[in-house]
T-cell receptor, first 115, second 114 residues
């Protein structure tokens, strides 16, 4: 069975540009979460989508947005890129997204570099 | 406020020995879940073990066990019989109440020596 997939693997962008990151969850999983992991730190929660609705949002500016499609795949969009947006962006999927105990499966991440 | 604290930036352990990675947490929610993840240099987060706040017994998964001390708000990971492949970053994480987000600690880099 395929795990969580993310594209692209690596990305280099210039300040002020826009970027779209994509995530395909494990088949049957209805919840997708996005995390930002800056080098040397733990992941920081950005968004959670469950059954195509936004269920949670972390402390990130409005430049960050996301959506979940009918097939449960998801996109993370970041506008007006800043140098500080350089990070590994992780996507995680799970069967459910409405209780404390569900296990998340992470994808390999997208490494974004902003120059 | 920091919800998850991992005070050991780096740890060394001899192959085949046991090692304990520390994690303390802060929450006022009676319902929460605690997780440990391993992150090799490849970057992918690998789930290791889960402990629920209402679980009466400490969780175990193969060579991994979680030393859950609720009153002290600690959830230390114990790895028994360390292997060279255990060298990686280890993150403690917590999910509270409504389950919408997961908070991670800063991580501990474990190095297993041959």
């Amino acid at each position: 069975d395929a795990g969580v997939t993310q594209s692209p693997t690596h990305l280099i962008k210039t300040r002020g540009q826009h970027v779209t990151l994509r995530c395909s969850p494990i088949s049957g999983h209805k919840s997708v979460s996005w995390y930002q992991q800056v080098l040397g730190q733990g992941p920081q929660f950005i968004f959670q989508y469950y059954e195509k609705e936004e269920r949670g949002r972390g402390n990130f500016p409005d430049r960050f947005s996301a959506r979940q499609f009918p097939n449960y795949s998801s996109e993370l969009n970041v506008n007006a890129l800043l140098l500080g947006d350089s990070a590994l962006y992780l996507c995680a999927s799970s069967l459910v997204g409405d209780r404390v105990s569900y296990e998340q499966y992470f994808g390999p991440g997208t490494r974004l570099t902003v120059t | 406020a920091q919800k998850i604290t991992q005070t050991q930036p780096g740890m060394f352990v001899q192959e085949k020995e046991a090692v304990t990675l520390d994690c303390t947490y802060d929450t006022s929610d009676p319902s929460y879940g605690l997780f440990w993840y391993k992150q090799p240099s490849s970057g992918e987060m690998i789930f290791l073990i889960y402990q629920g706040s209402y679980d009466q017994q400490n969780a175990t998964e193969g060579r991994y066990s979680l030393n859950f001390q609720k009153a002290r708000k600690s959830a230390n990971l114990v790895i028994s019989a360390s292997q060279l492949g255990d060298s990686a970053m280890y993150f403690c994480a917590m999910r509270e109440g409504d389950g919408n987000d997961m908070r991670f600690g800063a991580g501990t880099r474990l190095t297993v020596k041959p």
